[in-house]
Structures are given as C-alpha cells and as structure tokens.
C-alpha cells in the first residue's frame, strides 16, 4: 500500500488510468442504459416503471460502497498516516453524495407509481437519508478542517462512525417489515430474481456506474494534488520575496 503513497507515483498511474476509466464508464452506462430504457420489455408488475431500476440501483450501490470506501480511507489516514488517504477520502465523498441523492430521487420517483407517493419514512429510505446526511456533515466538517490547515482527524472519525449505517442499509428490509423491496440479487448465492433480459442492462449499467464513480475520484484526487503543488510553490514565491 505505501509504494503508492507517493504522489508523483500515483499521479503516474492515475494519468493513464483515467481516460480508460472514464471511457469504460461511459460506453458500460450507455450500453445499459439504452438497452435498459428501451430494448428491454416491462416488468410484468411494474410495467415501464421498472427501468427506473437502471439508474436507481447503480446509485444506491455506489452511494453504500463509495461511503465503505469513503471510511476505509479514512481509517488508513488515521493509523497509517498515508500520505493520500486524506485526499482519496475527499475526493470519494462529494460522488458518494450525488450518487446517494440520485439513488433517492430516482426512488421517490419510482414510489409515486408502485406506492403512491413519492416519499414514506421507510427503513431503508430513512437510512438512505441518513446516508446522505453522513456524506454532507464529512464534507462540512472536512473543508472546515482544511480551511484551518488540520488533518481531517475530526472528520475522519465521523466517517468511521457512519459505518454502523451501512448494515442498517442493508439489512433494513429484513430486520422490519417495509415497503422497500428485499434483494433481487444474492451475491453470496450467486442468483439473480430478476428476468435474463432485465438483468443484462441492469448489470452493465453498474459496471458503467462504478467505473465513472472510480473516474471522478481519480480526476478529483488528481486536482487536488495539483491544488496542494500550486499552494506550495506559492508559499515559496511569498517566502523568497519577504
């Protein structure tokens, strides 16, 4: 892991990777998406509603698994000190909150047609919402730190206690009786609920999803070490010219 905590290393690598990321994202997510909006038949329940699951799911799993990712940085900044922790943790939380956001207005507005409205206190909508909050207090709490020059320490911690979040997510369907729909796909079990023709654009459009979420955290991290370079040569220059 620390033969990439240098960030002339990782700038490296993070150049090459980027353009095929971003271009595997956005071929992956227009794969699906056109055959998932309009090759793919209706659900035979959900009629044309259903391939509001094409956006929805992809943005829920990034918004859990980027948070997963976002706390995993952030516990690698507090033992490890590693030098791009902090900046990968910054980078991942601004995508996790607009794929968090995606996930609950793409389900709002698929709740109006199933449910009849676009909105109930559900437990796995609750602790979606809850999610999206955790996102947005990392990110204030964040620039806050950064604006006084800290390390993150203070939100960090935060991110770290947010995880507790995550099995609620999760299991949320199981543990109380909700409206929410449990899991059509057991990773565990390797089965699949959902018909071949729904499940093959639903699939490319997570990968499509993924990729582009790894594209931007890339390009984030990339400016932000570009950032972090022009304000030290400009604390140089005003250095020399005191």
């Known amino acids: 892991m620390h033969r990439y905590a240098n960030p002339a290393r990782f700038l490296k690598i993070a150049r090459v990777a980027t353009p095929i990321v971003t271009l595997l994202g956005l071929a992956l997510t227009a794969a699906g998406l056109w ?58 939380a601004p995508a996790g909150a607009a794929f968090t956001a995606i996930c609950l207005v793409s389900g709002a507005l698929w709740g109006k047609p199933t449910w009849g409205t676009y909105w109930v206190w559900d437990a796995r909508l609750t602790s979606m919402l809850v999610l999206l909050f955790l996102y947005l207090g990392y990110l204030a709490l964040s620039a806050s730190e950064a604006e006084k020059g800290g390390e993150g320490r203070a939100a960090a911690i935060l991110a770290l206690v947010g995880v507790i979040n995550l099995p609620i997510i999760k299991y949320s369907v199981e543990w109380w009786n909700t409206l929410h729909q449990g899991s059509s796909i057991s990773v565990v079990n390797a089965s699949s609920k959902i018909a071949p023709e729904l499940l093959t654009p639903l699939l490319l459009s997570v990968a499509g999803f993924s990729f582009l979420f790894a594209a931007i955290v890339l390009m984030r991290m ?9 304000d030290a040569r400009s604390r140089r220059l005003a250095e020399a010219l005191a």
């Open 35 to 92: 055959i998932g909006l309009f090759a793919s038949p209706p659900d035979y329940q959900q009629g044309e509603s259903v391939r509001i699951m094409y956006v929805h799911v992809p943005a829920a799993w990034l918004g859990a698994g980027g948070y997963l990712s976002l706390a995993i940085a952030s516990a690698t900044a507090l033992i490890w000190r590693h030098p791009l922790a902090t900046i990968a943790a910054r980078a991942i």
């Open 222 to 230: 990339r400016a932000m070490l570009a950032q972090q370079r022009l």
